[in-house]
């Protein structure tokens, strides 16, 4: 079946530093969806990519699907401590139901 | 303020019991889900209905029972039979079940099984 690898599982940064978390799937997905899911909370959509090669930005948060529609990355330039938790990549092929990344968990060190 | 409720937010239950959670939301949505947090596997899903009166098993149905008798409403059971129902469990909806809806989330529910 449909899988949606998310790495890496886990990443430490310090304020102010570079974050990114690669999203790869085993099949040419549909769209991928990203969500953040504060500590203690529930996922909040964040983003939708639909075409190839598209990027997108909201802020500091660069979000680029592949050419292949099978990989995503999400980016985060100048972290800051209310970048803390945990962002999830969601691809989708067709009919399909949505599949989730295993998720990225961010911790920041102000 | 629309949006989607769970209550209750921690639940606790001697093995053995059957426990239903709660799962309303006031978004008119049509298609609502059922998923399962545990630590370092991201969400998967049990359950998830498109329409009232129908529902689909996801990939971790086993142990689980769900209705959808309301357009508002997707109870979750967790059965005797779920071998370890200890987990976050998240309830979402979505305008219908396509690929361009993106997914809403409830505040979730901690169960621990003792």
């Known amino acids: 079946g449909q899988q949606v690898m998310q790495i890496p599982q886990y990443q430490h940064v310090q304020e102010g530093e570079d974050f990114t978390t690669y999203c790869n799937s085993s099949t040419t997905l549909s769209n991928i969806q990203w969500y953040k899911q504060r500590p203690g909370g529930h996922p909040v959509f964040l983003i939708q990519?639909?075409?190839?090669?598209e990027v997108k930005k909201q802020k500091r948060l660069t979000f680029q699907f592949g050419e292949a529609k099978k990989n995503s990355s999400l980016h985060i330039t100048a972290t800051q401590t209310t970048d803390v938790g945990t962002y999830f990549c969601?691809?989708?092929?067709?009919?399909?139901?949505?599949?989730f990344g295993q998720g990225t968990r961010l911790t920041i060190n102000p | 303020d629309g949006g989607i409720t769970q209550s209750p937010k921690y639940l606790f239950r001697k093995e053995g019991q059957n426990v239903t959670l709660s799962c309303e939301q006031n978004?008119?949505?049509?298609?609502m889900y059922w998923y399962r947090q545990d630590p370092g596997q991201g969400l998967r899903l049990i359950y998830y209905s498109q329409i009232v009166n129908d529902f689909q098993k996801g990939d971790i149905a086993e142990g689980y029972s769900v209705s959808r008798e309301k357009k508002e409403s997707f109870p979750l059971t967790v059965t005797s039979a779920q071998k370890n129902p200890t987990a976050f469990y998240l309830c979402?909806?979505?305008?219908?079940?396509?690929?361009?809806?993106?997914?809403?989330f409830g505040p979730g529910t901690r169960l621990t099984v003792l």
């Open positions: 979402a909806s979505s305008m219908e079940d396509t690929w361009y809806n993106e997914q809403f």
């Open positions: 978004l008119n949505h049509d298609a």
């Open positions: 990519l639909v075409k190839s090669g």
């Open positions: 969601a691809g989708r092929k067709g009919a399909q139901k949505l599949v």
